[in-house]
C-alpha cells in the first residue's frame, strides 16, 4: 500500500482483492437484515475482482431469491388500494401471508399481486 500525496491509497491488486471480497461475500447477510452496502461500493468491489482475473463464486440462493421480492404492509395497502389496517386484517385472519421482522410485516408481492387480481376478478363477475 502506498501513501500518495494528494490523499489517496494507491493498493496492489492482491490488497484491493484483500478488501473487495469481504465486501461482495458480506451483501446477502446485510440483505437478510434488511440494509445493503451502497451500490457504487458493490460496483467498484465487482470490478477490482473482475480486473483482477478473478471470477465471483456462483452466488448461492438466497432466502431472497426463494422468497421472492418482500413488500411492506404500506406497499401491499397501495397495490391492494385499501388501509394497511386492511392488510394486517388479512394477514391475521390467513387471507394473506406475511412474515414478522421485528415489528414490521413483510408480504410477498407476488402473492399480494395475485389477491388482487382474483378479488378484481371476483368483483368484475358479479
Known amino acids: 500500500m502506498h501513501y500518495s500525496p494528494h490523499a489517496s491509497i494507491i493498493l496492489t491488486p492482491d490488497e484491493a482483492i484483500m478488501l473487495a471480497r469481504p465486501l461482495i461475500a458480506i451483501q446477502p447477510q446485510f440483505e437478510r437484515q434488511g440494509a445493503s452496502l451502497r451500490k ?35 406497499q401491499a395497502a397501495e397495490i391492494l388500494d385499501c388501509s394497511p389496517r386492511n392488510i ?3 394477514i391475521n385472519h390467513n387471507k394473506l401471508t406475511g412474515q414478522k421482522r421485528g415489528q414490521n410485516w413483510f408480504l410477498d408481492r407476488e402473492e399480494v399481486e395475485s389477491f388482487k387480481a382474483h378479488r378484481d ?6
Open 88 to 90: 394486517t386484517y388479512l
Open 40 to 74: 457504487d461500493t458493490l460496483r467498484l468491489a465487482k470490478d477490482i475482482l473482475s480486473a483482477a482475473g478473478k471470477t465471483e463464486n456462483a452466488a448461492h440462493p438466497t432466502d431472497k431469491d426463494v422468497e421472492y421480492e418482500h413488500i411492506t404492509v404500506a
Open 121 to 126: 376478478n371476483r368483483s368484475a363477475h358479479k
